[in-house]
């Protein structure tokens, strides 16, 4: 996972992260960031049971949607933040940055992608994990 947080203080989540969430997780992340509003970016969204996986490809037809938050704190606060979050990810994403669209252009943001193999999950169509 990448560790380095002092340029990007933004966060992109789409499944048990998103502010409808009641996940303890995502109540954590609510206390501690800002939520800026909603965003895309262009890849494929699979439903791995009780919760969601994405899979980046700037070459993509189809979108990933959800919810963008802003770090307000410290670089040293984001990074205990973002160790956290990893810790819950678990080894099954990476955290990269990937450029997601908003209504006023796009914004760098950290976000959390599958990194397994997808062909045995079903996919959603409609990019977004809450309907």
């Known amino acids: 996972m990448s560790t380095s947080t002092t340029s990007f203080r933004h966060l992109f989540v789409y499944g048990t992260l998103l502010s409808v969430s009641k996940h303890p997780i995502a109540e954590f992340l ?5 939520l800026v509003g909603p965003g ?5 969204l699979y439903d791995l049971g009780t919760y969601p996986g ?10 990933v949607h959800g919810e963008i ?4 704190e410290p670089a040293l606060k984001n990074q205990k933040l973002l160790r956290t979050l990893d810790d819950y990810e678990g080894d099954e994403y990476d955290r990269i940055l ?11 943001c950290w976000t959390y992608v ?17 309907r």
């Open 54 to 63: 994405a899979v980046f490809n700037p070459e993509a037809d189809s979108f």
């Open 40 to 44: 895309f970016f262009p890849g494929r």
């Open 98 to 108: 990937v450029p997601v669209q908003t209504a006023n252009g796009f914004i760098q």
């Open 114 to 130: 599958f990194n397994q193999p997808t062909e045995s999950f079903p996919r959603i169509f409609s990019g977004r994990f809450f």
């Open 30 to 34: 609510r206390r501690n960031t800002q």
């Open 69 to 72: 938050y802003f770090f307000p």
